[in-house]
């Protein structure tokens, strides 16, 4: 099992920027890649971004491309998201997960909430009209 905690969040205007950090521990290299979801109220979680562990590759929803970024800096066991042009629509709730290695070719594996095994808590992302 992997422990994350996320942390970074907080109230930001429209067009600012944050930075999240996601700190692993644990059996942190059991895992194919960490990945950033979000939830706002009333809606369902959505795939933010993620990085896979192999060979750093990133991927993206098409609502936050060329606006956040993911890394990772191996040595720390840390994920980050920074997060620019923030819109008051990204404000949710955002969470930290790590996926397991896919049993078998799944397509858009990394894209799904289900494929990922361990997650934290979350930390809360306001942005201001």
């Known amino acids: 099992q992997v422990q994350l905690v996320e942390s970074g969040g907080g109230l930001v205007q429209a067009g600012g920027s944050l930075r999240l950090s996601c700190a692993a521990s644990?059996?942190?290299?059991?895992?194919?890649?960490m990945g950033w979801f979000r939830q706002a109220p009333g809606k369902e979680r959505e795939f933010v971004a993620a990085?896979?562990?192999?060979?750093?590759?990133?991927y993206y929803a098409d609502s936050v491309k060329g606006r956040f970024t993911i890394s990772r800096d191996n040595a720390k066991n840390t994920v980050y998201l920074q997060m620019n042009s923030l819109k008051p629509e990204d404000t949710a709730v955002y969470y930290c997960?790590?996926?397991?290695?896919?049993?078998?070719?799944?397509?858009?594996?990394?894209?799904?909430?289900?494929?990922?095994?361990?997650w934290g808590r979350g930390t809360q992302v306001t942005v201001s009209s």
């Open positions: 997960a790590s996926c397991p290695p896919p049993p078998r070719y799944i397509i858009d594996y990394y894209y799904r909430h289900e494929s990922y095994d361990s």
């Open positions: 644990g059996r942190t290299f059991s895992n194919s890649a």
């Open positions: 990085i896979r562990r192999i060979d750093d590759s990133p």
